[in-house]
């Protein structure tokens, strides 16, 4: 994969409508109904938002007993889209590497469950 243009330009207040959130992953496992190899994820967003469900494109760099425990930002704001049999609630983010293989964004120090990026 090649990197993209940059998107056009946005507003602060349009970036502001995206609600992107701190999670930890608490369950994980794979997901063979899936088109392409993925792995169901079930992350807490604290008390205020709960807890989640999501599918990831992570196989290459990630198996899901190594995920458990890792925090992890998406977007907590969409509405929920079917994946196969699953109902995806959140958007886990991800940069490509130089394979276009998804890494996950996490904080790099801890960070309490919920926190919204700015």
Known sequence: MTPSAPAQPISFDD????DIRVGEII?????????KPAIKLVID?????GI????????????????????????VNFPPRQIGPMRSEVLTLGVPDADGEVVLITPDQDTPLGGRLF
Do not use: M, N
Not at 27 to 35: C, H
Not at 52 to 75: C, D, F, M, N, W
């Open 27 to 35: 369950e994980a496992a794979p997901f063979p109904e899936a088109r």
């Open 52 to 75: 989640k469900k999501s599918s990831a494109q992570i196989t290459r760099h990630y198996t899901p007993e190594g995920l458990i425990g890792r925090r992890v930002l998406a977007v």
């Open 15 to 18: 970036f502001l409508k995206v």
């Open 45 to 49: 967003f604290g008390p205020d938002i």
